[in-house]
């Protein structure tokens, strides 16, 4: 049987998801597709817009065959950590092949990007110190710095301008730094840009773009020419049971009593959070009763808008940079759900797996399954939900 | 000028409250009435009813001519810290008198029982940690060993049994303890017990009576023969403008996400929680969507209600163990309200004050001053209001 992995989100899965899975099975000759896929909290720093069990179910129903949960540590991580997690876990799986989706569309580019980046590791480390210490964000740094190594016209290297051209970048560094069996592959993205507002006459938006338009309109209507059929349902019923989608703005409350309840002290000692900004986030919390209101507060030319995000779940989740920094392999698959298909893939290879596939979130104590389940009861808290220890009561997903 | 003190809490104040400041100012003979008033928590380890400012207005109104705010630190302690901040801080403000209410009605069983305690403090400490061990909450304790003590058929001890009793006899030892000049009186209290519900054709009801008979009936009316004009009328306005009244059924859904947000050595660290009661605690909140649930779940034979109470006071307003123990004498006095009256007082006996007084916030970093402007912050909060540094903004109410 031929594997071929992907690592994703689907917050929530639209026809552009739908296009990859086909893409890559039909470029891979897969037999079985395995999606390694985040919990409750994002890589922009999110709370994902439905709960994990649906988007498995909808994953599930849309050509995958395995859903793996990407712990939390990976999952709410930078670009290149998130593909760590990703990338290892399909190894585990014994993944042939991992196929990402990107602006670039071939592969190539990014072989060469990565040969070229660790061919000059350390000039280009020192050039994005420099230009961090001179005001830029992250990205901004590293995507200056890279500009200044590539050849005059060397149109061959990858456009790491494009957010899907990083986290494939990442992959690939992923791949080859962890010398993993896997082999990486690129399906060209079409139509909508990441961030991108929904179009009329189109059938593929981004998942920003839909959710947008949901939570403006407080209804499904504009939306479902852009989902297949398992997520306009799987919507649609969400709504009318919760009457409302999660998100920063939906669990402010939440987050601005943790922030507004800690000490400056303790708000520092949060993952990814740096250099003074706690002050400025329990002072932008103080002063605003909403999220949007908040971040415009606190973002600036130095953080992304994502890593503020990012900082934030962390403090919503009780996750802190000692934490951050003792995670480092991950040491078991989590089984979030499977196609017939994938449970026979599971019994044929399972005994090749190079870690142990849980199934019942109670067979393990592994800090970063903990970490997931806190990150569960958190959310639904939030959301309203008197759902506790979720993790511990909802077996895989079958169809 | 005579000066007399009163502790108070006044959560709401009632007539049995107007009955002890028109008594005691009666007995002292005195021209200005000064109360210590807790702030947003109190020594039962529950939010107050309504807010400090408007219990201010409240007892300025009814006989009240300075109103002093007992620190956090004090106002949320086991009683004998909360009456040694109380005698403490009216020591500093030169009062001449401390009038307490109690069953008992008479000031020598209480001089006589702190002798016969300090006399026999060691044996009494033994005993008292022995009845701990075999499974006595502290009261139980505390009062079984003071049992032993007591000669046969002695009446003139107090009766430390009963709730003010016991409060007076703390009173009582901190006059004696830190040698102040204040003389210390009580005042007998008429008819209703410590939590006794109302009862009709009466005027006098216990203010955890008048709080339930509210959250009973979402409504005033039953309660207004208990009640001064000048409660009646602010629990009106506060009821139409919040709908509601602060108490920990409503504040759950933070304490709950604050209580799961945490791991159990954190729980651990917080104030006056001990011996593995965290993971009961994190347990209960798992299982209960209603604080009387929770409450259910952790009570036992050697925790007495209020005491775990102060424990989730303390996780709520983030307050630990450390600065519990680093809390020792309050160092300033923190004027909340007061009438003409007080103010000529203030004028008058400023210089002689052992303690500076803080009208404006703003004007103080100390470390207790500090903790009140944070509980304030998420009292607020967690009443739903968007009021986040209200000890900066509210001058001391004048009327």
């Known amino acids: 049987m031929i594997a071929t992995g992907i690592v994703v989100e689907y917050n929530p899965f639209h026809n552009g998801h739908l296009y990859h899975i086909k893409q890559s099975k039909k470029h891979t000759d897969a037999d079985v597709m395995i999606a390694v896929m985040s919990g409750h909290f994002l890589q922009r720093g999110e709370p994902a817009f439905i709960d994990k069990w649906t988007r498995t179910k909808i994953a599930l129903a849309n050509g995958a065959d395995l859903v793996i949960e990407l712990p939390y540590s990976y999952a709410t991580a930078q670009a290149s950590d998130f593909a760590k997690g990703g990338v290892l876990l399909l190894e585990a799986l014994q993944c042939d092949f991992l196929s990402f989706g990107s602006e670039q569309g071939e592969i190539t580019p990014f072989l060469d ?44 290297y990858a456009d790491l301008t494009k957010p899907n051209n990083i986290l494939g970048y990442h992959y690939v560094e992923a791949v080859q730094k962890y010398h993993t069996n896997v082999k990486p592959i690129t399906i060209q993205r079409v139509q909508a840009g990441y961030h991108d507002a929904i179009q009329n006459g189109t059938t593929i938006a981004s998942a920003t773009g839909i959710r947008q338009a949901i939570q403006e309109h407080h209804s499904l209507q504009n939306v479902s020419s852009f989902l297949p059929k398992a997520t306009f349902h799987a919507l649609t019923e969400w709504y009318d049971e919760h009457h409302h989608f999660a998100s920063w703005e939906l669990f402010w409350p939440f987050l601005r009593f943790s922030i507004l309840r800690l000490s400056p002290k303790e708000i520092a000692s949060y993952a990814e959070v740096t250099e003074g900004i ?33 900082m934030l779940t962390h403090i919503f989740t009780n996750f802190t940079w000692q934490q951050l920094k003792s995670s480092d392999l991950p040491n078991y698959i989590r089984l ?41 009861d958190l959310y639904m808290l939030a959301l309203g939900k008197n759902k506790i220890g979720m993790d511990y009561k909802i077996p895989p997903i079958r169809i």
Not at 127 to 136: A, D, E, F, T, Y
Not at 344 to 353: G, I, P, T, V
Request: net charge positive; glycine share 4%.
């Open 278 to 310: 706690e002050f400025l986030i329990i002072q932008a919390a103080k002063e605003c009763p909403d999220f949007n209101g908040f971040m415009q507060k606190v973002k600036s030319k130095r953080y992304t808008w994502t890593r503020i995000q990012r």
């Open 113 to 156: 990007t990565y040969k070229l980046l660790e061919d000059h590791n350390h000039e280009l480390q020192q050039n994005v110190k420099q230009l961090v210490q001179s005001g830029l964000s992250y990205p901004q740094a590293l995507n200056t710095a890279y500009q200044r190594l590539i050849p005059n016209n060397q149109l061959t």
């Open 336 to 376: 979030l759900g499977m196609t017939q298909n994938g449970q026979q893939y599971l019994s044929e290879r399972k005994k090749l797996f190079t870690l142990p596939v849980i199934s019942r979130a109670a067979s393990s104590n592994d800090p970063m399954l903990l970490q997931d389940i806190h990150a569960t």
